[in-house]
């Protein structure tokens, strides 16, 4: 029986039992931002459980999963995967143990013939609540009378579970497999031992307390069953291998990746481990970017980055020359085609996806190594654990790697420090995942049952008359009135107000009661599904009931400007990038657009140039912009731009830019499916301005530009800075670059002529002191090659090591002789003038020169005998200070 049967007589066999069979959710969690991943089979459920929702009594999934945890023991033991599909039965309030511990017991053996003395079932013995005698009086009733004797009682670590410190909780019933006594080790302590010979199976919560502060539980009036049971585990058990990493859900990768590197699956302990991880990491990365997850050093990319650089860090260890990733994904494709199809359509997206970032790996090894290298000789006696953690975090340097090339040089290497760091960074993103802003979906959850759904009217109307058929506080609990002043939230039986989604802001505008304003709307959001909820502020009493009229805000205008601008923007980049080239996330305001795209390397000026060439041709053929809802089935026909992992409905959305409508779809600037709201010719976008490129992450780069009113805005304030920059040099607009030009020639002129000064400084020891009558000094120093610049530099210098001082400087440069006389700030001569003595100087040279009575210069033709003429200088000095 292969993996594919096994996932299917599950979901039938519950079907069977009046189970409502559920397609798999995706790996993000929809409508649930505490997740980073989908974890568990009843994620989906929560509403239900919650008593949030109340359409089902009873379902079954197979749901894809992925937990971050175990990454690092993935290929060490049998028993640890980061992706893997949970098959769980699910009750909401309906059946529970009896039906729960029966129909999981008849499955195993029954619907998988599966020997019913290797399986040993636990109950909760007590501990925090009291022992679970239901659940074994259940098992006993089921149970031969020779398996009794295979009942467990463990305690609240294995057997107990709670969603928190208080709220719903109750026992657990986890039944074991027995591999066998080959697996036996000394001091097992049988089903429930951590070693690999009793391995958990299938898990069965009963959900029956509600547990109270100080430890009290009480029973909860509505019981609920979830159970979770891994297929991998499953499988390996009904298909008789000894690990899941030997089944039809592992294997053809496994098999692959041991043809391309030439290396045999049981050829040594090493080549095992390796193998596994490879085949495990390539598993967990093709449904992550299946789903658009594209690899970065943040959140769920920085997941999927470690995962393919571990699995191509083992190929290497392997022998790996060239980049193999990609060239494995056909296998996954294979295993999961029939039941995943999200991976086929993604397919090419996925094979690039893994080349690039393996490319890249290869680099980031190269320069850890620098850094390694840097490392040894800065720490030869031990490498510091955050130094191998900021290593390991910065370059995605393996650990491993680090601690097999320090102990070639017999260094040390502080992993306790390490694996500090590590938690540190995990507590802290962690804490950024939790408080990133973004709105927890349960607190509407009460009301988006509670509440009809809206009617968005947005696409054809900016004004409606509505109904406010309920009304939340700032907390999110339902309120039948907010008083003016106060904020809270207003769901409508109808608008024409966006929600947030797409990348697209949610509108902002006014409720209004007759001619009087009744409230502000600060933003539109639909955080569960069907509920549009509208951010207020009352400025007039708010009650359920009232009639109001919705007026959305002039901003939307310019943000649907901006909305269209991102799919001409996108169209352009795949016409010069290619179809590789896909959208990576988009933010869409009144005030600009901001677009991420992937792209294998940064765009030169003259391709942005080009992205707004394009963009500004097709606004000049003013082509029209068709919005219209049509099968899902059509953008696979028409070829339509789609997100990767996004979920459309059906019939979707699409928005067409061409001259001939869908008659002539084919011919066309643009083809996507949106949600978002709309121009309806190009011609009303005027310019759309790039203002900049930057870079993501690797491979994946952003645009921020501007389109409509909002470029209209950009350029009234750039011509606003240019008349007051204009203003400011005393030239007009247009001569306004060429005297930019200038001014920087001039400070090009002025930094070379100061690159001069610290030379001038460090001429400062060969200067001359010569003592005066009245106890001051005279310095006297010559600079050849100084200019006028460096020689007031040199001044300054010397001004400040001799406060009591006359200087005469001077340098001769191409047959002229520039000079200097200055008095420092506590110079007593008062008479003494400066620009007295350079007027004589001047004139034994026939030169010109003048200045301050404390500061002159002068320069003239260079004297025949210098020697000579600075002994007169000194001379003329000394008669001027008297």
């Not at 802003?437 to 009617?455: D, L, R, S, Y």
Request: proline share 4%; glycine share 10%; with cysteine.
């Amino acid at each position: 029986m292969t993996s594919c049967e096994i996932r299917k007589r599950f979901l039938d066999f519950f079907a069977g039992h009046g189970h409502t069979v559920v397609r798999s959710s995706p790996l993000i969690p929809e409508g649930d931002p505490t997740l980073l991943f989908t974890s568990a089979g009843m994620v989906q459920f929560k509403p239900y459980y919650l008593g949030l929702k109340t359409g089902m009594k009873r379902a079954a999934s197979c749901q894809k999963s992925l937990r971050t945890t175990d990454i690092d023991n993935v290929g060490r033991t049998i028993r640890h995967l980061t992706f893997f599909e949970m098959l769980g039965n699910f009750s909401f309030g309906d059946y529970f143990k009896a039906e729960s511990i029966k129909w999981g017991w008849d499955f195993l053996i029954k619907e998988m013939g599966l020997p019913a003395e290797r399986f040993y079932p636990s109950i909760y013995g007590g501990g925090v609540a009291p022992r679970d005698e239901e659940a074994r009086k259940i098992w006993e009733s089921v149970l031969p009378g020779n398996l009794r004797s295979h009942i467990v009682e463990l305690g609240d670590g294995d057997n107990f579970w709670a969603m928190g410190d208080t709220g719903p909780s109750g026992p657990c019933s986890e039944i074991y497999w027995d591999r066998g006594e080959k697996y036996s080790h000394p001091g097992c302590k049988g089903a429930g031992c951590s070693c690999d010979r009793y391995i958990e199976v299938w898990n069965h919560v009963f959900t029956q307390f509600d547990k109270q502060p100080g430890g009290v539980f009480n029973p909860l009036p509505k019981k609920n069953i979830d159970t979770g049971m891994g297929l991998e585990r499953l499988a390996f058990i009904v298909e008789g291998k000894e690990t899941p990493f030997d089944t039809t859900l592992f294997y053809p990768i496994v098999e692959t990746a041991s043809k391309l590197l030439k290396v045999g699956y049981g050829s040594s302990p090493e080549a095992v481990s390796a193998l596994r991880i490879i085949s495990e990491h390539l598993r967990a990365s093709v449904f992550l970017l299946a789903e658009g997850v594209i690899p970065s050093n943040e959140g769920r990319g920085y997941v999927l980055r470690r995962l393919i650089r571990r699995a191509a860090r083992y190929g290497r260890i392997m022998g790996a020359k060239d980049l193999f990733l990609h060239r494995l994904a056909p296998a996954v494709h294979t295993i999961f085609r029939d039941v995943y199809p999200e991976i086929i359509s993604a397919e090419k997206q996925i094979k690039d996806a893994l080349k690039f970032e393996e490319q890249g790996f290869i680099e980031t090894l190269e320069n850890g190594e620098k850094f390694l290298a840097d490392l040894f000789g800065k720490h030869p006696r031990g490498i510091p654990g955050a130094e191998a953690f900021k290593l390991y975090e910065t370059y995605g340097f393996p650990l491993e790697l680090t601690r097999e090339l320090a102990l070639k040089k017999n260094i040390p290497l502080d992993e306790e420090g390490f694996n500090r760091a590590r938690r540190s960074a995990q507590e802290t993103a962690k804490a950024n995942w939790k408080d990133s802003g973004e709105q927890n979906a349960f607190i509407f959850q009460k009301a988006e049952e509670k509440f009809p759904a809206t009617v968005f009217l947005g696409y054809e109307t900016v004004e409606a008359q509505a109904e406010i058929i309920g009304l939340l506080d700032k907390a999110g609990e339902i309120a039948a009135a907010l008083e003016p002043g106060t904020e809270g939230w207003a769901a409508l039986d109808r608008t024409p107000f966006y929600a947030e989604s797409g990348g697209q802001v949610g509108d902002l505008g006014l409720l209004m009661a007759g001619d009087a304003i009744a409230a502000e709307v600060l933003d539109t959001q639909k955080p569960v599904e069907k509920v549009f909820f509208h951010h207020v502020k009352a400025v007039e009493k708010l009650k359920t009931g009232d009639r109001i009229k919705a007026v959305v805000s002039g901003l939307r205008y310019r943000t649907a400007c901006n909305h269209t601008a991102v799919h001409v923007i996108n169209a352009a980049l795949r016409k010069i990038f290619g179809a590789g080239t896909r959208q990576a996330g988009s933010i869409v305001t009144p005030e600009k657009f901001r677009f991420d795209y992937t792209i294998a390397k940064a765009p030169s000026k003259e391709e942005l140039a080009k992205v707004e060439a394009i963009a500004a041709a097709a606004i000049l053929e003013d082509y029209a912009v068709f919005k219209m809802e049509r099968a899902l089935a059509d953008a696979e026909k028409f070829g339509a731009v789609t997100l990767l992992g996004e979920k459309y409905k059906d019939p979707a959305r699409f928005v067409l830019i061409n001259k001939g409508g869908w008659d002539d779809a084919l011919n066309r600037c643009s083809l996507e499916l949106c949600g978002g709201t709309h121009i309806d010719r190009l011609g009303e976008l005027m310019l759309v301005k790039i203002l900049k490129d930057s870079s993501v992450s690797r491979g994946v780069r952003r645009i921020e530009g501007v389109a409509g009113p909002a470029a209209v805005d950009y350029l009234k304030s750039l011509s606003e800075i240019a008349g007051k920059v204009s203003q400011r040099l005393s030239v007009s607009p247009d001569e306004l670059a060429n005297r930019v030009e200038q001014l920087l020639d001039n400070i090009k002129e002025l930094k070379t002529r100061r690159e001069q000064a610290p030379q001038a400084t460090d001429s400062a020891g060969s200067a001359k002191v010569i003592d005066l009558p009245n106890g001051a000094k005279l310095v006297t120093a010559g600079n050849a090659g100084f200019e006028m610049q460096a020689l007031r530099s040199f001044s300054d210098s010397l001004r400040k090591s001799y406060p009591d001082a006359v200087l005469f400087l001077y340098s001769e440069n191409k047959g002229k002789l520039s000079y200097i006389v200055a008095v420092s700030p506590e110079f007593k001569g008062r008479d003494f003038s400066a620009a007295e003595v350079v007027k004589k100087i001047s004139g034994i040279l026939n030169g010109s020169g003048g200045g301050r009575k404390d500061f002159a210069q002068g320069g003239g033709p260079a004297p025949a005998d210098l020697d000579r003429f600075k002994t007169g200088i000194i001379d003329i000095i000394k008669s001027a200070i008297g």
